[in-house]
């Protein structure tokens, strides 16, 4: 199976907003009438949040139909394997150092803030025990709900792709509307982050997948003529920017707007890998980014925080320079002699049965 490329070019320039923004970076634009705040909000951390999301529920999906299709069945045993190997480890280092900082005295959390991030839930912690240095743990939490339930659904439901496909239909529709309905009560959006709930988050993770089925699917042939063309790149590049556009909408129809974008344009890039944008996104310093792209987004809340800076009394995380200069150089080391060396063992450990199958469209590699 062949990588599909300019995807870690997409991985590479999501992570990089997502440092931007919480180096305030768009704000500062945005303060200085250099950018529009439509503008940078289609491109800031939250919607680069979002690429990953429809990226990770692209390449899960299309991992899922290719060993389907080569063997027949899924093994999910080797399917949490990869997926324990790549995220826990350096996810819970984090966390460690997190409370390592917190026991000494930094004041740099809350232990109830610690319990929520080591569990994966917090993407549902209250506000009032909300910590910035934890903050971007929330993205992590809806992706292990979607591993966790997601393959379980595809085994049941395929190879029926209609099926499939309508499941996340629904589940798209019916997460706008309880955005929607949310929103709307005053406790529950005054104490919680509603948008980051794995129910209305994870439509972009189901638009992504939604996108890899479609792909695979020898019916939808009409589906992948129109998504390879220059049209659909436009509609795509307009959907993400739609706030430009659509300035009267709500939250939460234009995340689902950009949401849909980021799908058409993953899906034209898919489509199109001698195009020379694909083929921009695929220069070796994106493409070296995008591997080391989990390590960043871990790395940049423990070394810049991703919210207020810094509370009183309160000595980390260092200065921001420090912080970006600490990232530029563990994010690279962290991945060579700590991530690798661990993901290599999933040759080891998984069942022979699939031991031939390479993973090289994993969120992972």
């Known amino acids: 199976m062949n990588k599909i490329r300019g995807l870690d070019g997409i991985r590479a320039l999501a992570a990089l907003s997502v440092v931007f923004s919480h180096l305030h970076l768009y704000k500062m634009l945005n ?4 950018i529009s705040q439509s503008v940078t909000n289609s491109i800031d951390g939250n919607a680069a949040v979002q690429a990953f999301f429809v990226l990770s ?13 080569k063997y ?4 999910l045993y080797n399917f949490y394997l990869r997926r324990s190997l790549r995220i826990f480890p350096l996810y819970f280092f984090v966390i460690l150092l997190v409370a390592f900082f917190q026991y000494t005295g930094e004041n740099v959390t809350n232990i109830k803030s610690i319990i929520f991030s080591a569990f994966y839930s917090y993407n549902f912690i209250p506000k009032a025990w909300y910590s910035p240095i934890l903050g971007h743990t929330w993205s992590l939490a809806v992706e292990e709900h979607f591993y966790l339930i997601w393959p379980f659904v595809f085994i049941t439901i395929a190879p029926h792709f209609k099926k499939l496909i309508r499941v996340l239909f629904i589940f798209i529709s019916i997460s706008l509307l309880l955005a929607i309905i949310l929103t709307n009560i005053n406790f529950i ?12 988050a994870g439509s972009n993770i189901a638009m992504g997948g939604l996108l890899a089925i479609l792909l695979a699917d020898p019916i939808r042939i009409n589906i992948k003529k129109l998504l390879r063309t220059k049209g659909a790149l436009a509609i795509g590049l307009t959907l993400i920017f739609c706030e430009t556009w659509f300035h009267e ?8 707007i950009r949401g849909a974008g980021f799908t058409i344009l993953i899906g034209w890039i898919t489509l199109n890998q001698k195009n020379i ?5 695929d220069i070796y310093p994106l493409r070296y980014l995008g591997k080391i792209s ?3 987004y871990m790395y940049q809340g423990l070394f810049i ?12 995380p260092p200065d921001q320079w420090i912080g970006i200069i600490l990232l530029i150089i563990i994010a690279p080391l962290s991945y060579h002699y700590f991530e690798k060396p661990i993901l290599n063992l999933k040759h080891k450990l998984q069942h022979s049965s699939n031991k031939t199958h390479n993973a090289v469209i994993s969120t992972s590699d």
Request: no cysteine; glycine share 6%; net charge positive.
């Open 189 to 200: 959006n005054d104490n919680f982050f509603i948008k980051r709930w794995s129910f209305i």
């Open 249 to 256: 909408a709500s939250y939460f129809i234009t995340q689902y």
């Open 277 to 281: 944008l694909t083929k921009s996104l």
């Open 72 to 75: 027949g069945t899924i093994s």
């Open 57 to 69: 529920g692209f390449l899960i999906t299309h991992l899922l139909i290719s060993e389907q299709k």
């Open 305 to 316: 925080s991703t919210g207020p800076y810094r509370e009183t009394n309160q000595t980390w």
């Open 294 to 296: 989990y390590g960043i």
């Open 31 to 34: 303060d200085k009438d250099i």
